[in-house]
Nanobody, 120 residues
């Protein structure tokens, strides 16, 4: 049974920092690209950042470039999102996603989400 468990969310003042973690189990972590998404109230879920299975490449949404950093520890089966210089518009539920394509079939899994609230 695949599980992705996010942690590290909370309430922080504008300009502050948080570090999200996503611990995984039930999958071969090193085979999966990992991503963070966010979903603000009344809005679609959007991609924040992606890291390849070996950690060699990352992609960021324009809105978080230079402020957020995605990283992974394949020994701990965990992906992280370091969020600095937080803004009120970063307020959302943040979700962890694991994805891979194998023999033309897409496999992906979601965590339950963690709330991040940035106050002015």
């Amino acid at each position: 049974q695949v599980q992705l468990v996010e942690s590290g969310g909370g309430l922080v003042q504008s300009g502050g920092s948080l570090r999200l973690s996503c611990a995984t189990s039930g999958l071969t972590f090193s085979n999966y690209g990992m991503s963070w998404y966010y979903q603000a109230p009344g809005k679609e879920r959007e991609l924040v950042a992606t890291i390849t299975s070996n950690g060699g490449s990352t992609i960021y949404a324009d809105s978080v470039k230079g402020r957020f950093t995605i990283s992974r520890d394949n020994a701990k089966n965990t992906v992280y999102l370091q969020m600095n210089s937080l803004k009120p518009e970063d307020t959302a539920v943040y979700y962890c996603n694991a994805a891979r394509t194998l023999q033309n079939r897409r496999y992906h899994y979601w965590g339950q989400g963690t709330q991040v609230t940035v106050s002015t």
